[in-house]
């Protein structure tokens, strides 16, 4: 009897569009890659074949060059101070997401596919991509992405979130910073600032009638956020608040966003996350990395105030991909990064709004 694992060829697409960055090119390929026992081990043949070390050819340089391989900080391993802080230090997932960082298992999970397929998007070892996922899979816990919920979101540039949202019958207000905000940090040459309803919406996801009825957008500093944007159900950003001038500015905002909810409302925020040190770290008007010691004092002032922090997992992710740092000009895979001489990479918080707000 052969007792086998059978990979099925929708497992065997995933991988190849998420390695390689393209779809199988025929039934053959398919049907060769189907004799592997296992997804560990079909993983690793694509990565050591010669396809996928021609489109990577910063890995050889980043393994040998030193400073830049990446190894597992020990702050890492060390649970916080506080007890009352909650902590893990498992290989995160996405079917019970937590506050955890951007890991390469995660991106083979059965709902990484499912959401991915709502944003219309083909699964790739993305960070931003993980993000909005990782979004997702926090407000789908949440029991929040359902009809007549409503969201807030911070930063959103061009992002499909709220079109996908507004598909699901959630009412939206969405927003990105003021047209001199923009200019001044240099966003505008990016092309992916809103400024306008129209830029959010994506037509591949929701019909333009749905859009328009169920999304709103304007423009809010998030150093300065309006008091007539409350009692939302969750509100959202991604990869946005380190370009708020300092560590404080960033940590402030997710405070304050915290005061747009009714209470058991959840924000859920994304952003760099320092793992080469928990001690120095990059602080400049326009970039931050936040460290260990950052979400942890955030984490202590936040339950202070009566708010819920959802359990914080900083583990680093032990596949190959996770060993891997891009390096400029970037890549796929595009987990870890070498930032102006530190590696960087996304952590998802997720918080409850408490009963009583400490500020009244």
Not at 194 to 200: I, R, V
Request: glycine share 8%; hydrophobic share 40%.
């Amino acid at each position: 009897m052969n007792l086998r694992p059978l990979i099925d060829d929708d497992t065997i697409a995933l991988a190849i569009r998420l390695l390689l960055g393209r779809p199988p090119r025929d039934t053959a390929e398919v049907a060769a890659l189907r004799e592997h026992r296992s997804t560990a081990t079909l993983r690793l043949a694509l990565m050591q074949g010669e396809e996928f070390q021609r489109a990577l050819p910063r890995s050889t340089r980043a393994s040998s060059s030193p400073g830049i391989a990446y190894a597992l900080p020990l702050d890492l391993l060390r649970p916080p101070d506080d007890p009352a802080i909650p902590w893990r230090f498992v290989a995160p997932d996405l079917r019970q997401p937590v506050s955890q960082l951007c890991t390469a298992s995660q991106f083979e999970e059965p709902d990484y596919r499912r959401w991915c397929g709502a944003l219309r998007e083909a699964p790739k070892y993305h960070r931003k991509q993980w993000e909005f996922v990782w979004q997702l899979a926090v407000l789908d816990k949440a029991g929040l992405l359902k009809p007549g919920a409503r969201g807030l979101g911070f930063g959103t540039g061009r992002e499909k979130m709220p079109s996908l949202f507004a598909k699901l019958g959630i009412e939206v207000v969405a927003s990105d910073a003021p047209k001199t905000t923009v200019e001044t940090q240099g966003w505008a040459a990016t092309g992916q600032h809103a400024t306008s309803q129209d830029d959010l919406f994506h037509d591949g996801i929701v019909t333009e009638d749905v859009f328009a009825a169920r999304v709103q957008f304007q423009e809010v500093d998030m150093n300065a956020i309006p008091a007539t944007l409350t009692g939302f159900d969750f509100c959202w950003s991604s990869c946005a608040l380190e370009h708020l001038g300092s560590i404080k500015h960033g940590l402030d905002f997710i405070d304050r966003s915290l005061e747009t909810l009714r209470p058991g409302g959840i924000a859920v925020h994304t952003t760099e996350f320092n793992l080469s040190s928990d001690e120095a770290t990059l602080e400049t008007p326009g970039l931050v990395l936040f460290r260990r010691q950052d979400v942890l004092a955030l984490a202590a002032r936040l339950m202070a105030a009566g708010h819920r922090v959802w359990p914080i997992n900083l583990h680093p992710g032990d596949a190959p991909i996770d060993a891997h740092i891009d390096l400029p000009p970037y890549a796929l895979p595009h987990l870890k990064l070498l930032a102006q001489g530190w590696v960087t990479t996304s952590l998802g918080i997720a918080v409850e709004r408490g009963p009583v707000n400490a500020r009244g």
